[in-house]
T-cell receptor
Framework: AQKITQTQPGMFVQEKEAVTLDCTYD???????LFWYKQPSSGEMIFLIY??????QNATEGRYSLNFQKARKSANLVISASQLGDSAMYFC???????????FGKGTMLLVSP | SQTIHQWPATLVQPVGSPLSLECTVE??????LYWYRQAAGRGLQLLFY??????ISSEVPQNLSASRPQDRQFILSSKKLLLSDSGFYLC????????????FGPGTRLTVL
């Protein structure tokens, strides 16, 4: 069974600083996909970044990067130069090979202060 | 470009009343469609997913049902709502390869009183 663990219920960071949100996963499959989503107070889930298990390089999308450590089964999200608008819940999710469904972690609330 | 719509945005219903939430995707064909529920302060729970018309899988047994009357329309229903059905309902779509990324709608906030 898939499992996603986000151990940080909340994180605080000052504007313009970098922050790392932790995510570990558990799967016996060799092929899988890892996703990060942002959920602001409005509720909509916004896709941020994707990492495939066979991708040799860490994924990057603008200020977002994914620190993928396959042997440790971790897929941490790094946000560089935090902005006030980054304050939101962040969810890590995984899709196993052959499935279209995602398993989500419980999320981390990020608060960015001026 | 693709867009996904959900309505209503908010809904307050009494216990025992019926429910119908609608989700429509524009700008793509043959999408995979999903219904999730998010209880207050918690993660997402997959309720149903569909890879085509008349192909709907249920992930959690409960008093909810889903239908897909058209290729890009997904409906979540209930004949009799329970208090525990309160939550935030999100619809999502994906188109398979290469990453099968799911894109979410704005959600419906349901309160059952």
């Amino acid at each position: 069974a898939q499992k996603i663990t986000q151990t940080q219920p909340g994180m605080f960071v000052q504007e313009k600083e970098a922050v790392t949100l932790d995510c570990t996963y558990d799967t016996s499959d060799q092929s899988y996909g890892l996703f990060w989503y942002k959920q602001p107070s409005s509720g909509e889930m916004i896709f941020l970044i994707y990492q495939g298990s066979y991708d040799e390089q860490n994924a990057t999308e603008g200020r977002y990067s994914l620190n993928f450590q396959k042997a440790r089964k971790s897929a941490n999200l790094v946000i560089s130069a935090s902005q006030l608008g980054d304050s939101a819940m962040y969810f890590c999710a995984m899709r196993d090979e052959g499935y279209s469904t995602l398993t989500f972690g419980k999320g981390t609330m990020l608060l960015v202060s001026p | 470009s693709q867009t996904i719509h959900q309505w209503p945005a908010t809904l307050v219903q009494p216990v025992g009343s019926p429910l119908s939430l609608e989700c429509t995707v524009e700008g793509t064909s043959n999408p995979n469609l999903y219904w999730y529920r998010q209880a207050a302060g918690r993660g997402l729970q997959l309720l149903f997913y569909s890879i085509g018309i008349d192909q709907i899988s249920s992930e959690v047994p409960q008093n909810l049902s889903a239908s897909r009357p058209q290729d890009r329309q997904f409906i979540l229903s209930s004949k009799k709502l329970l208090l525990s059905d309160s939550g935030f309902y999100l619809c999502a779509w994906s188109v398979g390869s290469p990453t099968d990324t799911q894109y979410f709608g704005p959600g419906t906030r349901l309160t059952v009183l």
